[in-house]
C-alpha cells in the first residue's frame, strides 16, 4: 500500500469511529441520511469526505455506516464500514 493510500485509509477509518459515535437514539434519527465536505489530509492535499447512514438488510434493523475518502486530483479513493446492530 502505498503512503497515499495508507493516508487515505487512516482518514477513513478515523471518520468511520467518530461516525459510530453518535448514540443509537441519535442513529436512528439521521438515517437514511449522508452528506460530503472538502478536507486535508495530514499530508495537506486536498480530499472529499463522504459519510452515509442507510439501514441495513441484514440484520433487520441494523444501521451501514460507510465513510469514503477521495483524492479527486490522484483519482483515487478508499471507502469503510460497520454494521452497528440495534441494542438488545
Known sequence: ???????????????????????WPELKRITPWGDSY????????TVEVERRYLWALEPEGAI???????????????ETRAILAPPA
Not at 38 to 45: C, D, I, K, L, T
Not at 67 to 78: I, L, M, P
Open 64 to 78: 451501514v455506516v460507510e465513510v469514503e475518502v477521495r483524492d479527486a486530483a490522484a483519482r483515487t479513493g478508499v
Open 38 to 45: 472538502e478536507g486535508f489530509a495530514p499530508s495537506g492535499r
Open 1 to 23: 500500500m502505498s503512503f497515499a493510500e495508507h493516508e487515505l485509509t487512516a482518514m477513513a477509518e478515523e471518520e468511520l469511529a467518530a461516525a459510530c459515535d453518535l448514540t
